[in-house]
Each structure stands twice: as structure tokens, then as C-alpha cells.
């Protein structure tokens, strides 16, 4: 068990539907990181947070949004949803956010859009 | 631009046997290496990480793997294949100028009795 908490597991939606997918970091680390993971474009990484605030952002479309609160939860806002959106999606955390830390991942939230 | 090639999709070995799953890294500056192993409906797990030093390193579950330079590799290695090590394996790079962890395509470890 890493330690790190998402929920929900699945999510089924509609097309144009917004969803919230939410994220509970180990014990101790500041920084969280999401990832989509999906068949055609494998492991992509979405955006960072360091003890609240954005520290990097990768390839995260502007229909998608992230915040990370004060008690170091992250939450991953996705709308206006397309089939295309359909993915598996990671929140990984690590102590520091430096460069040589190890992520720890959570076992992901499965969002399936119809 | 950082990328990671893993240029096999799907490596078979039986029980037993010692298994390498390859890794090539292209980035500027000294980077930092890392396996991960992703189990069936679970997230990515942490095996090892090359930061600095022998160019040889040990992880988890008996696993290791081999820096080099000169071939920008960066192979996964295990001397003795379990049933239990099938799984998806990513490789992934950093450098101390990039703003994120750049994962491979992975490769699938399937191991037979």
C-alpha cells in the first residue's frame, strides 16, 4: 500500500459533464502529481503541486483543473467531457518534489465517458 | 526535449532465468533514472533510482539496474525470473533542469513456468 488515497475508483459519465476526482497524498508529502494514463498515449503528466501551490504543469488540457488545499488534499477537476477524456487517472505524491524523490502512486480512478 | 525509450513491448522469459527489460534515455544534463512496476489495476510502483554514484543499482523485489553513460541506457535486470515479477515496467528520466518526469511506453514482463 503506498499510502496514497483516490477516490473515487470509477466514475462513469456523460459527454459534457464535469467530474471531480479527489486525492489524499502519503503521510508527510507536500507535493502531489497528477498523471493520465491511457492505451494510446500511455503515461502523461498532467501538473504538480508543492504545499498548495502549482510548481509545474505538463500537458493538461484548459477544460481540465487542479488545486491543492491547505491539508495537502489535491482535487483534479475535469469538464466539458469528451470521449476522448476516458482514461485512467493517478495521483502520485512525494516528500520533498525534488527532482530525486521517488513518486509513490495511488491505485487511480478509472473515468469511463459515454 | 527529455525522452525515454523502452524499445520493447513485451519481454517473455521463464522462471529461472535472468531477465533484462531495456531503457534509453535522451536528456540534457546528468539525469535521474527510475523503474517503476505497475500491477494489474494498480498505480505505478517504485523499484530503484539512479541519482549519482555506482553505476550499478539495487532496488526492491531483487531487481537491479545498470547506469551507462556512453549508451544512454539505463536496463532493468533480475539474475533468477519469479511467476510473480509479470507486470508492466516503466522507465522514467529527470533532469534538474526539467519540470517533469518524463515515463517510457513500457514494457511488459510476462514470466512462465
Known amino acids: 500500500d503506498s499510502g496514497v488515497t483516490q477516490t473515487p475508483k470509477h466514475l462513469i459519465t456523460a459527454t459534457g459533464q464535469r467530474v471531480t476526482l479527489r486525492c489524499s497524498p502519503r503521510s508527510g508529502d507536500l507535493s502531489v502529481y497528477w498523471y493520465q494514463q491511457s492505451l494510446d498515449q500511455g503515461l502523461q503528466f498532467l501538473i504538480q503541486y508543492y504545499n498548495g501551490e502549482e510548481r509545474a504543469k505538463g500537458n493538461i488540457l484548459e477544460r481540465f483543473s487542479a488545486q491543492q488545499f491547505p491539508d495537502l488534499h489535491s482535487e483534479l477537476n475535469l469538464s466539458s467531457l469528451e470521449l476522448g477524456d476516458s482514461a485512467l487517472y493517478f495521483c502520485?505524491?512525494?516528500?520533498?518534489?525534488?527532482?530525486?524523490?521517488?513518486?509513490?502512486f495511488g491505485n487511480g480512478t478509472r473515468l469511463t465517458v459515454t | 526535449a527529455q525522452s525515454v525509450a523502452q524499445p520493447e513491448d513485451q519481454v517473455n522469459v521463464a522462471e529461472g532465468n535472468p531477465l533484462t527489460v531495456k531503457c534509453t534515455y535522451s536528456?540534457?544534463?546528468?539525469?535521474?533514472l527510475f523503474w517503476y512496476v505497475q500491477y494489474p489495476n494498480r498505480g505505478l510502483q517504485f523499484l530503484l533510482k539512479?541519482?549519482?554514484?555506482?553505476?550499478l543499482v539495487k532496488g526492491s523485489y531483487g531487481f537491479e539496474a545498470e547506469f551507462n553513460k556512453s549508451q544512454t541506457s539505463f536496463h532493468l535486470k533480475k539474475p533468477s525470473a519469479l511467476v510473480s515479477d509479470s507486470a508492466l515496467y516503466f522507465c522514467?528520466?529527470?533532469?534538474?533542469?526539467?519540470?517533469?518526469?518524463?515515463f517510457g511506453t513500457g514494457t511488459r514482463l510476462q514470466v512462465t513456468l
Open positions: 522514467a528520466a529527470h533532469t534538474g533542469t526539467a519540470s517533469k518526469l518524463t
Open positions: 536528456v540534457s544534463g546528468n539525469p535521474y
Open positions: 539512479y541519482i549519482t554514484g555506482d553505476n
Open positions: 502520485a505524491s512525494s516528500s520533498s518534489g525534488a527532482y530525486n524523490s521517488p513518486l509513490h
